[in-house]
């Protein structure tokens, strides 16, 4: 049994929340995501009741819309398709026609030295071993790190319906060790015959929920070799036309202080632009507050596109993934074979889904997750 004392010192620091009445579902789904909706809406079609629980104040994850600024400002997984444009830039100029013929080369050299890498040394940092000789051969490189490990896409997978969901209610322990699995909440106790985590690995890594029975050393290892990537955006809007380019171009430029700035112009025709961090960029950025945030993004466009983009600057805002208690970074960086173990079902009753179990990763990897762990999960309700 969960002690209560670390149950009541956990209550205690926290928000105010209405206890829970002890309830019974078919199955439990831990976190309210693609994955954990994909799940839900698989169940609900072969008419298992289902109960949904979500630490947040909202549902979606990492998948999150704000339309806060005046725009639709997607703050996590992208939810359009790849920007009709892209333009690269060296020093505040575009490329040349030779040089993007160049550019293109050089990229595709890299990408199969990465890919290399990767396969001979999981995890090894590619910056140990290459060293681009001049600035089109960093931008190339950097271009390279900063590819996403999954496709965009232009509709999320997410299946019509309502899912019965109970947000601000945070699952600290699951325990499947007597005739129902239990999980305890700090508003107090909900009960299923399975349940399906969603969480990241990073909450997981943290011990944000802990197990009984304890998970195995394999998992502990899987999860350890599924990092989460550092990835942020900060979203700026003008009060007029600022910069002069074609709706949703994305620009990827190597600038005079030897930094990347990557950037969606005028979204959905919307004057704005959005930059994204990786890496050690986003961790500076988190860590430097969102004012900060806002005041470098203006100044990296200003160097781009001119004085201007300071006198119509209007508003900002920024995502902050990596501090995210109910997240810890922006998606799961790691093998194949890492994510086959952390799919697996712990012992007969407790299963896994979430972009990290997936080997394709993403939305798309996150919303199949949901649908395989829902199937088990009705295989072992049958027996």
Same mark, same amino acid.
């Given at each position: 049994?969960?002690?209560?004392?670390?149950?009541?010192?956990?209550?205690?620091?926290?928000?105010?929340?209405?206890?829970?009445?002890?309830?019974?579902?078919?199955?439990?789904?831990?976190?309210?995501?693609?994955?954990? +909706?994909?799940?839900?809406?698989?169940? *609900?079609?072969?008419?298992?009741?289902? #109960?949904?629980?979500?630490?947040?104040?909202?549902?979606?994850?990492?998948?999150?819309?704000?339309?806060?600024?005046?725009?639709?400002?997607?703050?996590?997984?992208? =939810?359009?398709?790849?920007?009709?444009?892209?333009?690269?830039?060296?020093?505040?100029?575009?490329? $040349?026609?030779?040089?993007?013929?160049?550019?293109?080369?050089?990229?595709?050299?890299?990408?199969?030295? *990465?890919?290399?890498?990767?396969?001979?040394?999981?995890?090894?940092?590619?910056?140990?071993?290459?060293?681009?000789?001049?600035?089109?051969?960093?931008?190339?490189?950097?271009?390279?790190?900063?590819?996403?490990?999954?496709?965009? +896409? $232009?509709?999320?997978?997410?299946?019509?319906?309502?899912?019965?969901?109970? *947000?601000?209610?945070?699952?600290?322990?699951?325990?499947?060790?007597?005739?129902?699995?239990?999980?305890?909440?700090?508003?107090?106790?909900?009960?299923?015959? !399975?349940?399906?985590?969603?969480? $990241? =690995?990073?909450?997981?890594?943290?011990?944000?929920?802990? +197990?009984?029975?304890?998970?195995?050393?394999?998992?502990?290892?899987?999860?350890? $070799?599924?990092?989460?990537?550092?990835?942020?955006?900060?979203?700026?809007?003008?009060?007029?036309?600022?910069?002069?380019?074609?709706?949703?171009?994305?620009?990827?430029?190597?600038?005079? @202080?030897?930094?990347?700035?990557?950037?969606?112009?005028?979204?959905?025709?919307?004057?704005?632009? *959005?930059?994204?961090?990786?890496?050690?960029?986003?961790?500076?950025?988190?860590?430097?507050? !969102?004012?900060?945030?806002?005041?470098?993004?203006?100044?990296?466009?200003?160097?781009? +596109?001119?004085?201007?983009?300071?006198?119509?600057?209007?508003?900002?805002?920024? =995502?902050?993934?990596?501090?995210?208690?109910?997240?810890?970074?922006?998606?799961?960086?790691?093998?194949?074979?890492?994510?086959? #173990?952390?799919?697996?079902?712990?012992?007969?009753?407790?299963?896994?889904?979430?972009?990290? =179990?997936?080997?394709?990763?993403?939305?798309?990897? !996150?919303?199949?997750?949901? @649908?395989?762990?829902?199937?088990?999960?009705?295989? !072992?309700?049958?027996?």
């Amino acid at each position: 049994m969960f002690p209560r004392r670390a149950v009541l010192a956990g209550a205690l620091s926290a928000p105010f929340v209405r206890p829970a009445h002890a309830a019974e579902a078919d199955v439990a789904v831990v976190g309210a995501g693609v994955a954990g +909706f994909a799940a839900a809406h698989t169940l *609900i079609g072969a008419h298992r009741s289902v #109960v949904v629980l979500e630490a947040r104040e909202r549902t979606g994850g990492r998948v999150f819309t704000d339309p806060g600024l005046g725009l639709p400002f997607d703050q996590g997984a992208p =939810t359009r398709a790849e920007p009709t444009g892209m333009s690269l830039m060296i020093d505040g100029k575009e490329l $040349s026609h030779e040089e993007y013929q160049r550019f293109a080369k050089t990229s595709d050299e890299i990408a199969h030295l *990465i890919q290399a890498l990767h396969k001979e040394a999981p995890g090894f940092d590619p910056r140990v071993v290459v060293h681009p000789h001049d600035a089109l051969q960093r931008l190339a490189f950097e271009v390279q790190l900063r590819r996403t490990p999954f496709p965009p +896409f $232009s509709r999320l997978p997410v299946a019509e319906g309502r899912v019965p969901a109970r *947000i601000n209610t945070r699952v600290i322990r699951i325990d499947s060790t007597g005739p129902l699995v239990r999980l305890v909440t700090l508003g107090g106790e909900v009960q299923a015959k !399975a349940v399906i985590v969603t969480v $990241s =690995t990073g909450v997981l890594a943290a011990g944000g929920i802990s +197990f009984a029975p304890p998970l195995r050393s394999d998992r502990h290892a899987a999860i350890v $070799s599924l990092p989460m990537a550092q990835a942020d955006k900060v979203c700026v809007t003008f009060s007029r036309r600022v910069i002069d380019a074609p709706d949703d171009t994305r620009v990827v430029a190597w600038t005079k @202080q030897q930094t990347v700035t990557e950037v969606l112009l005028r979204p959905g025709g919307k004057e704005a632009a *959005i930059l994204t961090y990786r890496g050690e960029e986003a961790r500076k950025l988190e860590a430097n507050g !969102a004012s900060a945030a806002a005041a470098g993004a203006v100044t990296a466009l200003a160097d781009l +596109f001119g004085k201007e983009v300071r006198m119509g600057f209007l508003r900002a805002a920024s =995502t902050r993934w990596g501090l995210d208690p109910y997240a810890r970074g922006a998606w799961a960086d790691g093998p194949v074979e890492a994510r086959r #173990v952390l799919a697996s079902p712990h012992y007969e009753r407790v299963f896994f889904a979430g972009e990290a =179990t997936d080997g394709a990763g993403g939305v798309f990897g !996150a919303s199949a997750s949901g @649908q395989r762990a829902a199937k088990e999960a009705l295989a !072992a309700l049958k027996r």
